[in-house]
């Protein structure tokens, strides 16, 4: 990965790489801010130039749950007198969300009330105090932290606890803490709009999970590192602030993805770009925004995919100039139109006012029939109507296919149907799988190299055993 590097753009901390720009495409009109929809008649014949700063985040202010560098001999001082708390890698994956502050406003696991207004509402109710003028932010995924009957009994009636990784080594305190019933079949249904078995995330983090939540403020005693090799990419949401600043960038535009990028990807973002100039912005840049956190298991897992991306940008099918790669290192629920809502919120923090999204967001197939879980175009009308999501301008997109005329990525062109070819996640990954190479123009040939052979290296070895990939 060493060699990504080399095709960013320098910055004052050489140590934060930042890569290329892709494309995309938009399936209805862009929506205006609000200024420049108030009075159309001063744009009428004229191209509009736009001036703005970086979107503000929810509650107007980056929470940052990090304990100060002169603090940390203190705090870890502090955690060992008190009840500990072993945390998953999925819990310590939260506490890594939650320190940067990609849920601003949320200081800590979620109390009760948070919780319940998650599940309900899809939203938080922030500020007023008790004379009003609050305001809510969306917030459609719990983050919470459950505990089992002898942890509860543990903490007894300590006010803190200390939250320790898998070498009981704390890495954070939860103080003014509250522990409520943790019923997961109300959240699964609420989250998920199923109770079906199979779901991954369920099964991974709440299905063996303890019978209570608990809640409270946190303060994290140093940066989350996984020392995996990545860990320059996962920059917070002050940092890209910081980045979009330095490039002076007046629109921020965000795209995520779990999966390898194709060209039909980098086709989507050019053409968001262009539709952006042409509102007259001068000049947008690009958040190509990886999931990082955990993905089933069938999913490509984050180290490969990272991979396929260097080669993306060694090709030139990404810009340095105008895109900054990241990874975001919340985990995957596969909740559709309700998870969607938290991959939009959480990039208004990191300064993003504009969000990418296609068919099927955060979707998957339905753990037991032979469908999708959700409808491919909820996750995209949820978003242009959900709490506290009115700030973002969301840019749906029309669907891309390989035009065999062209031998290329193009935008369908419903006229035409016989001259494309559709090319879905199964296919690709069967393709990669058997070693065959898809259509010329489909994916730059690094990209795809890299894709196949990570499938390689999942087959059968000379003892007969079947490396069995695990969730990432």
Known sequence: MASM????V???????????????????????????????????GKKIRVSCGLIDPDGGKLVELLVKESQRDEKRREALSLPGIKLSRIDLQWVH?????????????MRESEFLQTLHFNSLRVGGGGGGNS??????????????????????????????DSRDKPVAILSNIEIYKHNKEERIARTWGTTACGLPYVEEAITNAGNWLIGGDLEVIEPIKYHDGLDRFRLSPAQLREEFTRRNADAVFAFQLRNPVHNGHALLMTDTR?????????????????????TKADDVPLSWRMKQ???????????????????????????????????????INAGANFYIVGRDPAGMSHPVEKRDLYDADHGKKVLSMAPGLERLNILPFKVAAYDKTQSKMAFFDPSRPQDFL???????????KNRE???????????????????????????????????S
């Open 5 to 8: 590097a080399a095709f960013f």
């Open 10 to 44: 320098k910055t004052p901390n050489p140590s934060l790489p930042f890569p290329t720009a892709r494309k995309t495409h938009l399936g209805s009109p862009i929506k205006l801010p609000t200024s420049l929809r108030s009075n159309p008649n001063k744009t009428a």
């Open 97 to 109: 969300v939650l320190s940067e502050g990609w849920a601003s406003p949320l200081r800590g696991f």
């Open 135 to 164: 305001s809510v932010v969306n917030m459609s995924v719990p983050i919470v932290l459950a505990v089992h009957d002898a942890q509860k009994s543990w903490v007894g009636e300590s006010n803190a606890v200390a939250l320790l």
């Open 274 to 294: 262009r539709r952006l100039l042409e509102m007259g912005y001068n000049n947008p840049v690009l958040l190509l925004h990886p999931l990082g956190g955990y």
């Open 309 to 347: 991306h260097e080669k993306v940008l060694e090709e030139g099918v990404l810009d340095p100039k105008t895109t900054v790669v990241s990874i975001f290192p919340s985990p995957m629920h596969y909740a559709g139109p309700t998870e969607v809502q938290w991959h939009a919120k959480a990039r």
């Open 422 to 432: 559709f090319i879905s996640g199964t296919k690709m990954r069967t393709l990669a």
């Open 437 to 471: 190479n898809p259509p010329d123009g489909f994916m730059c040939p690094g990209g795809w190299k890299v894709l196949v052979e990570y499938y390689d290296s999942l087959a059968p070895s000379e003892n007969g055993k079947v490396p069995q990939p695990v969730p």
